[in-house]
């Protein structure tokens, strides 16, 4: 079902400009110390995995597994302030890397994207096989949401109690377009930028020999990105194939699992319009629209001095229901 969030902005962050750069300026000196563990993919590649803390097999208390957006790492401001919430609950938080961004290269041309799920599978089954007394929830942000969306709905039976998606592109073509309008070129240029620098590695690691890099350094916008580097590298006849086939809205209706959508209209990352033209939902999901929020901020609060950060309160409230 649809539902009108309880999120309020703080009064001196109505902007979501301001709210999207704000998250990550009152998270800059926000660290949290992780166990981390390298986990063998068997197609010869591997992900780096950030605990919490380091547990047994035995273990009973809930696991929360985290995946991130574009580019990020357990170092970005959303993932520390998740793994905190949920180490602040008494649970176990384990962030999954997407390949190659955990600061080492991966060792294949292939890449992460935002429809890639054999990964999830593979780092889901390892959680399943070596905690198997624990119950699991597991969130997404961004791109990461929009890689859960396709993970859950291709599977019919899950291992995770419950699921989060949080400011997902689900419909990626138009959101490509929106992040390439106005004062939101600079979040495009930003991971852009991030997004060259990692292919430059590749190609110096002789993984990508087919990539000229005077074509790569003249791209701008996440679509010729795309076009060029992610669509032909996994299999993708062109961009337009990649988002038709990754975009995670038309299959929101497959999820089993209870699962949770958080959305804010003024995301100026998303294309509101697109992204909730949804005709049909399943019983167990809630779709929660917030007028105000911009991308991955939702900060609350009266005190510029003590920012609330609204994600870490309502995702552990929505998981408390399972575990």
């Known amino acids: 079902m649809f539902t009108k969030s309880s999120f309020s902005p703080a009064w001196w962050l109505k902007n979501p400009h301001l709210q999207t ?7 800059r000196h926000h660290n949290i110390t992780t166990t981390d563990e390298t986990l ?3 197609d010869g590649d591997f992900i ?10 035995a273990c009973t208390r809930p696991i929360v597994a985290v995946l991130h957006g574009l580019e990020g790492s357990k170092n970005s401001h959303y993932a520390k302030g998740m793994l905190s919430a949920i180490k602040a609950q008494g649970w176990v938080g384990v962030l999954m890397h997407f390949r190659g961004c955990s ?5 294949m041309a292939k890449s992460y994207h935002s429809g890639q799920t054999c990964d999830v599978d593979y780092f889901s089954q390892h959680l399943a096989k070596y905690y198997p007394e624990a119950k699991k929830a597991i969130v997404g942000f961004s791109l990461g949401g929009n890689v859960l969306t396709k993970y859950l709905a291709e599977q019919k039976q899950t291992t995770y109690q419950a699921a989060c998606v949080i400011c997902a592109p689900l419909d990626l073509s138009s959101c490509c377009d929106r992040i390439n309008q106005g004062f939101s070129r600079v979040y495009q240029k930003y991971l852009v930028d991030m997004l060259k620098a990692s292919t430059i590695k590749k190609i110096d690691a002789k993984l990508l020999n087919s990539v000229d890099i005077k074509s790569l350094q003249h ?3 996440i679509r010729d990105f795309d076009q060029m580097i992610t669509a032909p590298i996994n299999g993708f006849a062109d961009a337009n194939d990649y988002y038709q086939r990754s975009s995670g809205r038309d299959v929101l209706k497959d999820i089993a699992a209870p699962c949770l959508i958080i959305h804010a209209s003024d995301d100026p990352f998303l294309c509101d319009k697109n992204t909730t033209a949804i005709t049909m939902l399943p019983q167990q999901m809630t779709f929660e629209i917030s007028a105000r929020g911009g ?6 609060g ?3 001095f003590k920012p609330k950060f609204w994600l870490e309160q309502r995702i552990p409230e929505f998981f408390t229901r399972y575990l």
Do not use: C, M, Y
């Not at 600061?103 to 060792?107: E, K, S, T, V, Y």
């Not at 991308?295 to 609350?300: K, L, M, N, Q």
């Open 48 to 57: 780096d995995l950030a605990w919490t803390e380091k547990v047994n097999s």
């Open 219 to 221: 791209i701008r916008s």
């Open 295 to 300: 991308h991955v901020g939702f900060i609350s």
């Open 40 to 42: 063998e993919l068997p």
């Open 103 to 107: 600061g080492r290269p991966n060792r």
């Open 21 to 27: 750069v704000a998250a990550k300026f009152f998270r």
């Open 302 to 304: 009266s005190n510029p």
